[in-house]
């Protein structure tokens, strides 16, 4: 299975988080499926982290030790993705999120994701 993890699914998982369902969770930390990172979330968490609006329990340095220890493939931004996100519809405003579902679409990955917005794009979902 390729799953996309949401932003906030990757924190969950990172901290061990209850609010993240048992079964997703099993598919995440399943080595047989492909999970990846949008840059677009790395990004989103280090603003946060230094606008003083996100706390992590570890540096954000072990963070990324942990993506690349536990084989998450990490999406860049590529002309493609901007391409889809020019043509999203507002359904959604953030920025971080719009690019997720551009890069999902592009990349035709499900997203792992408690946000009901993502289902106004026509992707599938996991949660």
Sequence with gaps: MRLLLDTHTLLWFYGGDESLPADLKEIIGDPANDCYISIASLWEITIKISLGKLEISTPITELFSFLERNQFWVV?????????????????????????????LSENLPIATKDQFFGHYGLTTQW
């Design 76 to 104: 860049p931004i590529e002309f493609d993705h901007l391409l889809h996100l020019q043509k999203l519809p507002h359904h959604h405003k953030d920025p971080f999120d719009r690019l997720i579902i551009a890069q999902a």
